[in-house]
C-alpha cells in the first residue's frame, strides 16, 4: 500500500486508496452489520466477512475477493458487480466491469490438515505468514493466500509459491490425537507434487518442517514451481525465530 486515508464509520472501516495495494481479512461479527469499504474517488468495494483487495492504479480501480462476497458499487452507489470467492473486477469510468478469475500467482503451495492441528505457513523471507495459531487465531499476512477452517477439524492454507526457496509449516496441537497433512504444490492449476504427512499431536505441542520450492522464472506471479521438498517433521524447540502477527 503506498498511501490510503482511513476513517471509521458508524456501520464500518472506509480505507480511501489514494494509489498502491491494500490486502485484508475481514471478520463477521455475531449480531453487528459493520463492513470494511475499499474505496477510490470513483468506486467502492465492501464486504462484511472474508479476504478481500483492492488496488489504485493509473489503469482504474481493481479489486478481489479470496473468500467471500464482495459488492463493487460507483460513486453514484450503483452496483457494478457482485464477486464471489475467486473473482476480481477492473473499473473504469463509462467502461462495463466484467468479473474474472483472480490469479495472485501461477504456482501454489496448498496444505490441508485434519484433526487437531493447525496449520501455519512461513514465506520463505520470514516476515510474512498464512494460517492459524489457535482455532479462534488466524493469520493472514500474505498477498493472495487463501486461509479456510472447515468443519470437523480440517484447515486449509494456500499460499503463493513461485519464489523459490524455504516455506516454514508450523502445526500446533489443538487437542490430543492423530492428524494429518497433505502438502501439495500445482502450476497453472495442474498438480507438480502431493505428500502425506501422518502423526500424532498433544495439546499445546507445536510441530515444524521445511518445504523448499525450487522454481523456473524470476517473476514469482508467473515463475514455475519445478520441485518441491518436504523435511520431516520436527518438534519446536525454540531455536526458530518466532513468527510475529500483528492485527489492527
Known amino acids: 500500500m503506498k498511501q490510503a486515508s482511513t476513517s471509521r464509520g458508524a456501520s464500518g472501516i472506509r480505507i480511501l486508496i489514494h494509489a498502491g495495494r491494500v490486502w485484508a481479512r475481514v471478520v463477521r461479527v455475531a449480531g453487528s452489520r459493520s463492513n470494511l469499504a475499499l474505496e477510490s474517488n470513483e468506486y467502492t468495494a465492501t464486504a462484511r466477512d472474508g479476504l478481500i483487495g483492492a488496488e489504485q492504479g493509473a489503469e482504474g480501480f481493481v479489486c478481489w475477493t479470496r473468500r467471500g462476497e464482495l459488492s463493487l458499487t460507483n460513486r453514484s452507489g450503483q452496483t457494478e458487480a457482485v464477486l464471489m470467492a475467486g473473482q476480481r473486477a477492473w473499473a ?117 518442517s521445511r518445504i523448499t520450492l525450487g522454481v523456473k522464472g524470476e517473476d514469482p506471479r508467473t515463475a514455475r514451481v519445478v520441485e518441491t521438498r518436504v523435511d520431516p517433521l520436527r518438534v519446536w524447540d525454540g531455536a526458530e525465530p518466532a513468527v510475529v502477527v500483528t492485527s489492527w
Do not use: C, H
Not at 142 to 154: H, I, K
Not at 170 to 195: E, I, N
Open 92 to 208: 473504469r469510468p463509462s467502461l462495463p466491469v466484467t468479473p474474472g478469475p483472480f490469479v495472485p500467482s501461477a504456482s501454489v503451495l496448498e496444505i490441508r490438515s485434519t484433526g487437531p492441528v493447525l496449520p501455519l505457513v512461513r514465506m520463505p523471507d520470514g516476515r510474512v505468514a498464512a494460517g492459524f495459531l489457535a482455532e479462534d487465531v488466524e493469520v493472514n499476512q500474505v498477498f493472495g493466500s487463501l486461509t479456510e477452517a472447515g468443519r470437523g477439524q480440517r484447515w486449509l492454507v494456500e499460499v503463493p509459491g513461485g519464489t523459490e526457496g524455504a516455506y516454514t509449516l508450523v502445526l500446533s496441537g489443538a487437542a490430543a490425537g492423530p492428524f494429518t497433512v497433505r502438502v501439495s504444490t500445482r502450476y497453472a492449476g495442474f498438480p507438480v507434487y502431493r505428500q502425506e504427512i501422518k502423526g500424532d499431536v498433544r495439546p499445546g505441542e507445536r510441530l515444524y
